[in-house]
């Protein structure tokens, strides 16, 4: 076999096995992607698949092309991190079938913490006489979080990530007191 057609032979199979190794990684990121449900930045996915970081923002970069380039309802959002979602013009479909059932009561415990986060969760009491009970549903959705304040009497109360992209929110809770027009007291929520 002459050498020129060996080595054009050894260039299609490297290209082929490069071929082969991107596109398993935009596969395995994708799996990321789709699994957590959640905004990930590229250097938790790297740490998380032990692969260079400049190659997961190259998959990343590819797999959002592909999603941008097709039809689907699904895109790839990149403005906190990297997320799989449905696009908006097909949000009324993901509702009626995976509605978050929040009662309004709750929906307006949740709406203070999100303005005045942190919150210490005895002066969310004074605000909400059933607060309590709510923390603990909010909890359970996932839309905020609790940690132990520095005196160790009360917790803190924050909003979480899943609130932001459940609520599709942008921005911190300045923002969404001013898109809310907030001019009233809380206490009258």
């Known amino acids: 076999m002459p050498a020129d057609k060996e080595n054009l032979q050894n260039e299609e199979l ?11 990684l935009k596969a395995k990121v994708e799996a990321v992607l789709f699994i957590t449900a959640r905004a990930m930045k590229p250097a938790e996915i790297s740490e998380l698949l032990n692969i260079p970081e400049e ?9 959002m092309f592909d999603y941008s380039s097709r039809d689907g309802a699904l895109e790839i959002d990149d403005e906190d991190g990297y997320i799989i979602q449905v696009k908006e ?17 709750v929906a307006k ?20 006489s059933n607060a309590y ?3 603990a549903e909010l909890l359970e959705k996932g839309f905020i979080s609790r940690t132990k304040d ?8 924050k909003t979480t ?10 921005g911190d ?3 969404l007191a001013k898109l809310l027009d907030t001019t009233k007291d809380i206490k009258n929520l």
């Open 161 to 170: 990530p899943k609130f932001a992209e459940y609520f599709k929110l942008k």
């Open 89 to 105: 013009e097909h949000l009324d479909i993901v509702e009626k079938l995976c509605p978050v059932d929040i009662k309004p009561s």
């Open 133 to 135: 009970e709510h923390v």
């Open 150 to 157: 520095k005196n160790g009497r009360s917790y803190n109360l």
């Open 14 to 24: 490297n290209t082929n096995l490069v071929n082969e190794e991107e596109y398993n």
């Open 109 to 128: 415990t949740l709406l203070i913490i999100a303005l005045k986060e942190p919150i210490r969760q005895s002066y969310l009491k004074e605000l909400r």
């Open 55 to 63: 190659e997961i923002e190259n998959a990343l970069l590819d797999l």
């Open 173 to 175: 809770a300045k923002t």
